[in-house]
């Protein structure tokens, strides 16, 4: 079956302007994750999604950084006013139970140069 | 302190060496525990849930102490294949839904 995509797979952008990433999560996956990973780092948390229940914001890093997830299914990351330093690869995850209990399956990823 | 250190490697192995790779986590409430493994340039993937009692997936064995606050994960008859980073995974509820990852340690097989 589809696993987790995200699009666009590379996006470069100039500084100061916005931009959108997007996540499918696999279909039925109840929880979606957006991480991001800088060169050479680990992955840090930015936003966790559960069913209905209000996002887990706590790792966003600024407030230029906003997620949203229609319908409950498909997912987009936002980020305002881009800096250089968001240049980094975001990825997108899903699972079918919550984390902690569920594998997170993993897109693709979409890496982000702000120039 | 960060909430999950790993050893730093790299490691460069030769092909069908035994390789371990260390993990300590600072929450003592933290409840699951994995390995996931991630391809260079690519997505991390599962390789293995780490349980209490350790597991043992083929070549690979996973071991959690509770009370020193560690993972390791050992790899046996090492292939070409197995070059990638591993990164040790933590989840705690004190830390909401989400999973903390190390920074992964970088293995390399060599022929």
């Known amino acids: 079956g589809a696993g987790v995509s995200q699009s666009p797979s590379n996006k470069v952008t100039e500084k100061g302007k916005d931009v959108e990433l997007r996540c499918d999560p696999i279909?039925?996956?109840?929880?979606l994750y957006w991480y991001r990973q800088s060169l050479g780092q680990g992955l840090e948390f930015l936003i966790y999604f559960q069913g209905n229940s209000a996002p887990d914001k706590s790792g966003l890093p600024s407030d230029r950084f906003s997620a949203e997830r229609t319908g409950g299914s498909v997912s987009t990351l936002t980020i305002q006013r881009t800096q250089q330093e968001d240049s980094a690869v975001y990825l997108c995850?899903?699972?079918?139970?919550?984390?902690?209990?569920?594998?997170?399956?993993f897109g693709p990823g979409t890496r982000l140069t702000v120039l | 302190r960060k909430e999950v250190e790993q050893d730093p490697g790299p490691f460069n192995v030769p092909e069908g060496a035994t390789v371990a790779f260390n993990c300590t986590y600072s929450?003592?409430?933290?409840?699951?525990f994995f390995w996931y493994r991630q391809d260079c340039r690519k997505e991390p993937k599962l390789l293995m849930s780490v349980y209490s009692s350790g597991n043992e997936d083929g070549r690979f064995t996973a071991q959690l102490n509770r009370a020193s606050q560690y993972i390791s994960l050992l790899i046996r008859d090492s292939k070409l294949s197995d070059s990638a980073t591993y990164l040790c995974?933590?989840?705690?509820?004190?830390?909401?839904?989400?999973?903390?990852f190390g920074e992964g340690t970088q293995l390399t097989v060599n022929p």
């Open positions: 995974v933590v989840n705690s509820e004190t830390s909401g839904s989400r999973l903390t």
């Open positions: 929450n003592s409430a933290s409840q699951s």
């Open positions: 995850a899903s699972s079918l139970l919550p984390s902690g209990v569920g594998e997170q399956f």
């Open positions: 279909s039925g996956h109840t929880a």
